[in-house]
């Protein structure tokens, strides 16, 4: 079988952005592919990558929160859909390690992530530079070819696969290599990344550290009080409804927003929105669609009980722990640490 894997820090309460982005498109990447016997499906918390930077509120309610998300997304955990925190499985720590002596600091310091993390601090921790290589033991452990993730983490893949490529051609054919990022785009089914953008600053994506509130749309905020941030979201003097991410990105977004969380395909909303000279008109409805979507979602998460997620975690550390542990004793051989 052959394994997709990913995962989602638990550093905070997530965004509509990491939602629409992330959670939902994995969801339902997981589902489609683990229903046959061909793929299975490992859905982590990587609560290791959590602490690197601060963390918002309490990290185990956090991580326990965001596999209810995971669930209230829809996710279906079953036979061949295994979810567990990554701290549980001390075989990604100790694989990292040996990593860590095959990568060096020249392509590590080139991470995109690690410049704009460090930029413009006196001190930066050494798990910002390195968690690419814990990223990369994340994925090998588990002979993983599929990562779906989002674009501000293809640089990781690829340091992934040169590691195991690297690591392949010093001690023989231990590593599965992971597919380019070009090849999981093509597998994820999107022509590029989905990038929800920042309702007052548009130019920008919406992140969950920005630290205005309006910015972002949170997966607890109250379907009302969302709703007002739609209606108070940056526009133009355009005066007139296009899709053009450039030109006119607050707009763009909005008609992103409505057909992701209404799930109808962005050309439809295009054309129903095409030439429309009020803009109040457009973000009444997107500010609609999206106080509805976060109802709902909110109620099929007040659903989930922590007992659920702790069963569901049982089950999938031992198989986790069990597939990890397998593949670190082989790389322990080769390199004679075994
Ligand atoms: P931070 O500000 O802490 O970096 P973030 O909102 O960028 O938070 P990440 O934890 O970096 O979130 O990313 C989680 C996942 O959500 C990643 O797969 C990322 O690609 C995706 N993602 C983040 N922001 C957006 C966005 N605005 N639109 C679509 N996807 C996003
Ligand atoms: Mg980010």
């Not at 090849?183 to 992140?207: A, N, Y």
Request: hydrophobic share 40%.
């Amino acid at each position: 079988m052959k394994t997709i894997l990913t995962g989602i820090r638990a550093n905070s309460v997530l965004t509509l952005g990491n939602y629409l982005g992330a959670l939902l498109p994995m969801v339902r990447l997981a589902n489609k592919y683990s229903d046959n016997d061909e793929y299975q499906v490992n859905i982590f918390v990587p609560d290791l990558h959590s602490i690197i930077s601060e963390v918002d509120g309490d990290l185990q309610e956090n991580i326990i929160r965001t596999l209810k998300y995971w669930l209230a997304a829809g996710l279906s955990v079953g036979q061949n859909v295994h979810t567990y925190r990554q701290s549980y499985v001390p075989a990604h720590s100790e694989l990292c390690w040996i990593l860590n002596c095959t990568a060096t600091m020249g392509e590590t310091s080139r991470m995109t992530q690690f410049k704009e993390k460090s930029e413009g601090r006196d001190s930066v921790n050494v798990g910002i530079f390195d968690y690419p290589i814990l990223m990369a033991a994340d994925i090998l452990l588990y002979s993983a070819e599929y990562v779906p993730i989002g674009e501000d983490q293809f640089q990781h893949i690829e340091l992934a696969r040169n590691l195991a490529m690297r690591f392949n051609h010093k001690y023989g054919e231990v590593f599965t290599v992971p597919v380019s990022t070009a090849e999981q785009v093509k597998f994820m089914g999107v022509s590029e990344g989905i990038r929800i953008r920042d309702l007052l600053t548009p130019e920008k994506k919406m992140s969950k550290s920005t630290a205005a509130a309006g910015s972002k749309i949170m997966l607890d905020d109250n379907p009302e009080v969302a709703a007002k941030k739609i209606m108070s979201a940056t526009t133009d003097s355009f005066g007139k409804v296009k899709f053009d991410m450039w030109a006119q990105p607050g707009i763009s977004n909005l008609l992103l927003i409505e057909a992701l969380v209404t799930d109808t395909p962005l050309q439809t909303v295009i054309s129903t929105w095409a030439g429309e000279t009020r803009y109040g008109e457009l973000k009444k409805k997107v500010a609609a669609s999206v106080s509805q979507m976060l109802s709902e979602f909110q109620e099929r998460l007040a659903k989930i009980s922590d007992e659920e997620v702790f069963l569901l975690l049982g089950m999938g550390e031992d198989y986790a722990n069990e597939v990890a542990s397998a593949k670190l004793l082989e790389v322990q051989k080769v390199v004679h640490l075994r």
